[in-house]
């Protein structure tokens, strides 16, 4: 019945909109995400055109982003909730949307004119290069609806709200012309490495297309900047030199193109928006040292203008790779359900938007590419850099993308606890409180996860090793490894007092899941050591794993054998099994049938109607350990219950932020995280 309810409740709210949207509508709809400070979002709640509202970045900040067309002379908008004074224009009748892993696309219909509006943002995992590039596409066609030549002229612009979280900053820009018209916006007084309500404080924003004959330009105040267009279809190519605030006459960067006679599809106009910064992260490294490192693109091209160009030119390979992408993903997911793959496409862009590929420079000022590390950082519940238990939920997409990225993810964390600067027993929480500055915490004083952060280690060096044949990280940091596996051996099997991931819930003493993670992380220390050669270390430590799992057992079941319990002696107590999920991904079969059967059987009987809670403390629960906890579930029935809860929720109307994983199952309402990239914990399905 509950699963009624949340359908009939999904199927009223999807036929309340204007538009048809597949695979649905989602909370907010990815524009332009490729990195965290260039992640720009169409904002929905019950459902919003693309000119129905402004494009914010993740926090819901305006990030100004305007579109109009003229057809026949007439103005319609298509992008963005401009007012200009003045200016008669119509707005273009939205009527349908779809998103893939990569892509978001609208249709609009201007008059006897239909207008395509597509917003790519590549997903290049396998290319370092390209997946390095902070820039995204936008892409325009037109097409006439009747039959007959109509007279079609394309205008965009966005504003300087891209390169500042404080509007009240003074901006300069200059406009460079060529093959490329390319408009640079940046702060007068940057702050190098600091942000303002997340937004990064240096670099520039950049906004380009190619150029032709019939390309156009202007900057100045947005009002004057787009009544111009409104009213002759063309740009002045004049560059406005009055630099001032952001919020000051709203400076605008447009764009023009004119078509010409559309009667059949036209070419599409492209558009590269993005934010380029330079260096991305101070890393720490011996002796309290800072290490600049540089977004790994520098090492192919000399200058923004070079790439920009190139990111234009290559738009249609880029296109190419990402549909085929968008395929292969669609294929998997579906394999599962169509629910499942509309989840799972929903998640790829904001779970890759968090990461940033860097390489260093050698003595001799070349580019070090063999020194490759890639930075996350912790949107919207943190700021903090490569945070352990946030690259774990999100480690089944980096698996499914390439698992090197999650190498060269782990490589930061483990290179500065072996410098020794580190001084707990237990693996570090996160690399740095504030990104992008990844200093350590030589005072140990990181919010403490110690059997959590130690399991999630182990867990994800052995996965990728596993995926891989890449023992690399094993051999060079196996001290660690072992340090780490003997705090484990002292505190997993009857954990302290402490927080695990779900730090919100608080803290509390004999957690029955964060136990399972601390066991199959020693089990996974004894994998690591049997991939060495070392015998007598893994023999050891299966024993110590599996006697934990026999004596966990007498723990961890509730009175009535119905459930596991949420801690030590709670047989009221219950909570999503979550980490049980590692012992399938690696493969150990280190906990019996037995317990997946009665955990199946047990979360039947305490579903609500947007799925299940976390635990029995509160009613909200997490998209990401719900989704982990589907993968084991060992009958489809019990499976399908947590898809479709995700899935509605994704769907409900509810919520206008880029996707939260933290929501209510009464009635859906998120909880306030937002953007984060745990949801790459969606893909846990196709990583098995």
Same mark, same amino acid.
């Given at each position: 019945m509950?699963?009624?309810?949340?359908?009939?409740?999904?199927?009223?709210?999807?036929?309340?909109?204007?538009?048809?949207?597949?695979p649905?509508?989602?909370p907010?709809?990815?524009?332009?995400?490729?990195?965290p400070?260039?992640?720009?979002?169409?904002p929905?709640?019950?459902?919003?055109? +693309?000119?129905? *509202?402004?494009?914010?970045?993740?926090?819901?900040?305006v990030?100004?982003?305007a579109?109009?067309?003229?057809?026949?002379?007439?103005?319609?908008?298509? +992008?963005?909730?401009?007012?200009?004074?003045?200016?008669?224009?119509?707005?273009a009748?939205?009527?349908?949307?779809?998103?893939?892993?990569t892509?978001?696309?609208?249709?609009?219909? #201007?008059g006897?004119? /239909?207008?395509?509006?597509s917003?790519?943002?590549?997903v290049?995992?396998?290319d370092?290069?390209? /997946?390095?590039?902070?820039?995204?596409?936008?892409?325009v066609?037109?097409?006439?609806?009747?039959?007959?030549?109509?007279?079609?002229? *394309?205008?965009?612009?966005?504003?300087?709200?891209?390169?500042?979280?404080?509007?009240s900053?003074?901006?300069?820009?200059?406009?460079?012309?060529g093959?490329?018209?390319?408009?640079?916006?940046?702060l007068?007084?940057?702050?190098v490495?600091?942000e303002?309500?997340?937004?990064?404080q240096?670099?520039? #924003?950049?906004?380009?297309?190619?150029?032709?004959?019939r390309?156009?330009?202007?900057?100045?105040?947005?009002?004057?900047?787009?009544?111009?267009?409104?009213?002759n279809?063309?740009?002045?190519?004049?560059?406005?030199?009055?630099?001032?605030a952001v919020?000051?006459?709203?400076? *605008?960067?447009?764009?023009?193109?004119?078509?010409?006679?559309?009667?059949?599809?036209?070419?599409?106009l492209?558009f590269?928006?993005?934010?380029?910064?330079?260096?991305?992260?101070?890393y720490?490294?011996?002796?309290?040292?800072?290490?600049?490192?540089s977004?790994?693109?520098?090492?192919?091209?000399?200058?923004?203008?070079s790439?920009?160009?190139?990111?234009?030119?290559?738009?249609?390979?880029?296109h190419?790779?990402?549909?085929?992408?968008?395929?292969?993903?669609?294929s998997?997911?579906?394999?599962?359900?169509?629910d499942y793959a509309?989840v799972?496409a929903?998640s790829?862009?904001?779970?890759?938007g968090?990461?940033?590929?860097?390489?260093?420079?050698?003595t001799?000022?070349?580019w070090?590419?063999?020194?490759?590390l890639?930075f996350m950082?912790?949107?919207s519940?943190?700021?903090?850099?490569?945070?352990?238990?946030?690259?774990?939920?999100?480690?089944?997409?980096?698996?499914?993308?390439?698992?090197? =990225?999650?190498?060269?993810?782990?490589?930061?964390?483990?290179?500065?606890?072996?410098?020794g /600067?580190?001084?707990?027993?237990?693996s570090?929480?996160?690399?740095?409180s504030?990104?992008p500055k990844?200093?350590?915490?030589n005072?140990?004083g990181?919010e403490?996860m110690?059997?959590?952060?130690?399991?999630?280690?182990?867990?994800?060096?052995?996965?990728?090793?596993?995926?891989?044949?890449?023992?690399?990280?094993?051999?060079?940091?196996?001290?660690?490894l072992?340090?780490?596996?003997?705090?484990?051996?002292t505190?997993?099997?009857i954990?302290?007092?402490?927080?695990?991931?779900d730090?919100?819930?608080?803290?509390?003493?004999?957690?029955?899941?964060?136990?399972?993670?601390?066991?199959?992380?020693?089990?996974?220390?004894?994998?690591?050591?049997?991939? =060495?050669?070392?015998t007598a270390?893994?023999d050891?430590?299966?024993s110590?794993?599996?006697s934990?799992?026999?004596?966990w057992?007498?723990?961890a079941?509730?009175?009535s054998?119905?459930?596991?319990t949420?801690?030590?002696?709670?047989s009221?107590?219950w909570?999503?099994?979550?980490n049980?999920?590692?012992?399938k991904?690696?493969?150990?079969?280190?906990?019996?049938?037995?317990?997946?059967?009665?955990?199946?059987?047990?979360?039947?009987?305490?579903?609500?109607?947007?799925?299940?809670?976390?635990?029995?403390?509160?009613?909200?629960?997490?998209?990401?350990?719900?989704?982990?906890?589907?993968?084991?579930?060992?009958?489809n029935?019990?499976r399908?219950i947590f898809?479709? #809860?995700?899935?509605?929720?994704?769907?409900?109307?509810?919520?206008s932020q880029?996707?939260?994983?933290?929501?209510?199952?009464?009635?859906g309402?998120?909880?306030g995280?937002?953007?984060?990239?745990?949801?790459?914990?969606?893909?846990?399905?196709? *990583?098995?």
């Amino acid at each position: 019945m509950l699963r009624l309810i949340s359908f009939l409740f999904f199927f009223a709210y999807v036929q309340a909109l204007d538009w048809t949207a597949t695979p649905f509508n989602p909370p907010s709809i990815p524009l332009a995400v490729r990195t965290p400070y260039l992640s720009a979002w169409l904002p929905q709640g019950s459902g919003a055109a +693309l000119n129905d *509202v402004w494009p914010t970045f993740w926090t819901g900040s305006v990030l100004g982003w305007a579109g109009f067309v003229k057809v026949d002379g007439t103005a319609y908008s298509f +992008l963005g909730s401009a007012n200009v004074p003045g200016a008669t224009f119509q707005k273009a009748a939205q009527t349908s949307f779809i998103f893939t892993s990569t892509q978001s696309t609208f249709v609009l219909v #201007a008059g006897p004119v /239909q207008l395509t509006v597509s917003f790519l943002s590549p997903v290049d995992a396998t290319d370092l290069v390209k /997946q390095s590039i902070p820039l995204a596409y936008m892409t325009v066609s037109a097409a006439s609806t009747d039959g007959a030549e109509h007279s079609v002229r *394309v205008y965009t612009d966005i504003s300087a709200e891209w390169v500042s979280g404080d509007t009240s900053l003074t901006v300069n820009w200059t406009t460079s012309t060529g093959n490329v018209v390319a408009h640079q916006v940046q702060l007068t007084d940057p702050s190098v490495l600091s942000e303002v309500n997340d937004h990064t404080q240096y670099g520039s #924003a950049f906004y380009s297309t190619i150029s032709t004959d019939r390309t156009t330009y202007q900057t100045g105040a947005d009002v004057m900047v787009r009544a111009q267009f409104i009213s002759n279809g063309v740009l002045p190519n004049t560059q406005d030199t009055d630099f001032r605030a952001v919020s000051d006459n709203w400076p *605008v960067f447009a764009l023009a193109s004119d078509l010409g006679s559309v009667s059949s599809s036209t070419d599409s106009l492209i558009f590269a928006v993005g934010h380029i910064r330079d260096p991305a992260i101070s890393y720490i490294i011996a002796n309290n040292g800072h290490q600049a490192r540089s977004l790994y693109f520098w090492s192919q091209y000399s200058d923004a203008a070079s790439l920009i160009e190139s990111f234009l030119q290559g738009y249609p390979d880029a296109h190419s790779q990402a549909s085929a992408f968008d395929s292969q993903v669609e294929s998997d997911a579906y394999a599962i359900s169509e629910d499942y793959a509309g989840v799972v496409a929903l998640s790829i862009r904001q779970a890759m938007g968090s990461m940033e590929v860097t390489i260093s420079k050698s003595t001799d000022g070349s580019w070090n590419t063999d020194d490759v590390l890639v930075f996350m950082k912790e949107i919207s519940s943190d700021g903090n850099v490569n945070t352990v238990d946030v690259i774990f939920p999100a480690w089944p997409v980096l698996l499914y993308t390439n698992p090197t =990225l999650g190498k060269h993810l782990l490589e930061p964390l483990f290179r500065y606890q072996a410098t020794g /600067q580190y001084p707990n027993a237990w693996s570090i929480h996160d690399i740095g409180s504030s990104y992008p500055k990844a200093y350590g915490h030589n005072d140990g004083g990181d919010e403490a996860m110690p059997v959590e952060e130690s399991g999630n280690m182990l867990i994800m060096s052995l996965s990728y090793a596993q995926r891989t044949g890449d023992n690399t990280h094993l051999t060079t940091y196996f001290d660690l490894l072992d340090q780490w596996t003997q705090f484990l051996i002292t505190d997993a099997l009857i954990p302290a007092n402490q927080i695990s991931t779900d730090d919100f819930a608080g803290s509390l003493a004999n957690q029955t899941n964060l136990a399972i993670k601390g066991i199959i992380g020693i089990r996974a220390m004894a994998e690591i050591a049997s991939l =060495l050669g070392n015998t007598a270390k893994s023999d050891n430590y299966t024993s110590i794993a599996e006697s934990y799992v026999t004596r966990w057992q007498t723990l961890a079941v509730s009175d009535s054998g119905e459930h596991l319990t949420l801690s030590y002696g709670n047989s009221s107590s219950w909570g999503l099994s979550y980490n049980l999920y590692a012992d399938k991904l690696l493969g150990l079969n280190l906990f019996p049938t037995s317990v997946y059967e009665t955990q199946t059987a047990w979360y039947k009987t305490v579903t609500e109607p947007f799925g299940i809670p976390l635990d029995t403390r509160h009613t909200y629960t997490k998209s990401d350990w719900e989704i982990w906890t589907s993968a084991f579930m060992t009958d489809n029935e019990t499976r399908d219950i947590f898809i479709l #809860a995700v899935r509605n929720w994704a769907s409900d109307g509810r919520s206008s932020q880029p996707l939260g994983d933290w929501y209510e199952t009464l009635n859906g309402n998120p909880e306030g995280f937002r953007a984060r990239p745990v949801v790459g914990g969606h893909l846990a399905f196709l *990583v098995l």
